[in-house]
């Protein structure tokens, strides 16, 4: 298998097999994980041989819909099966960081059914390599033919590394887009640029007048609703609150930091003048659990996060409301608390002998967490 990057930090190929689609009652296989967790936790194997996973998301009606790299979407059906949503292969472009990154559920779903997407466009005769958001729409476990509408497209790319590509709707109805700084630094500063940014706009991808520099940016640039970050490969977007967190992949060096932000209107996150705490009163400063990037602990590539705001709370209530994250090079999860901030390992090793790696973390309505990696997915039960 090729190599390739996050930010520049080596990780295992996102292969072709992606799956954007899983629905998650009872599919669970009885394979127990070597996994160290807390007492009375189990993880089980949901699918193995899924190569290439980068995002995923729960669909309103209780599907989880995982990407991969390669434009593939898919359903996981009982007994792990997978049924395609949709195939854009032939479009994404994926060398390096590019390809599918992330994916979205309208708030109206159940009325429109519609879906969003965001992934690299192959460079073609009409124009160069870009990144783009568009919406499809679901007709069953099936994306209707034709129904590709493009909603949001992004500048040239003037390399293949740091496209963040997560896609969150905030409480208040807008999409929100991580776009990385495309490994060009500079631009995460400028409000002339879109690198580097948390872009806000409406689902149709018209650009909302109460985007915090609307008034002093012109056109696209409209959209920019906090800057200053490096790769922000996954954000979340807490249940009920709407507190937004934003997970940015850290370079490497003696100041190098994997953040966890708190997504804020008009925020400055620092980068490429700080990584990590700033001095600076300018500077919006990460938040407890963000920590020193370095390639000997296995702590260089910040990934996917989640809130434990389910439905049915499954978990102890110590966990109700805490952040769990995530490290594709360290192979654990840890625990954010929400009353004190106080970060610890929730749990470490993978899913025996179905992948490597962990690139995002959800929470299913029946109170499960699941996690998405290189060639698997597995699900995290409380049974104590």
Known sequence: MKSTTFGRVPLIALGAGLLIAA??????????????????????????????????AFAPDGRLFVANQQGLVRVVKPGGNLTTFINLSAKVATSIERGLMGIAFDPQFSKNHYVYLDYTMKASASGPAHDRVVRV??????AVAGSEKLIFKLPKQRTAYHHGGSLKFGKDGKLYISNGDNDLKKPAQSLNSLWGKILRINKDGTIPKDNPFYKRTKGQNRAIWARGLRNPFKMAVQPGRGTIFINDVGSSGTHAYEEINRGAKGANYGFPVVEGPAKNPKFTK?????????????????TGGAFYNPRKERFPKQYVGDYFFTDNSGEWIKVRDSATGKVTTFATGIPAGIGTGSRDLEVSKNGSLYQLGNGYLAKISYTG
Do not use: W
């Not at 990037?293 to 590539?301: E, L, M, Q, R």
């Open 23 to 56: 629905v998650l009652l009872t599919l669970s296989k009885p394979a127990q994980s070597a996994g160290n967790l807390p007492p009375g936790f189990t993880e089980t194997k949901v699918v193995g041989n899924l190569q290439g996973g980068t995002d995923m």
């Open 137 to 142: 729409t679901a007709r069953g476990d099936k």
């Open 286 to 302: 990460p938040i407890s659990g963000s920590y020193r990037h370095t390639n000997t602990t296995g702590c260089c590539v910040i």
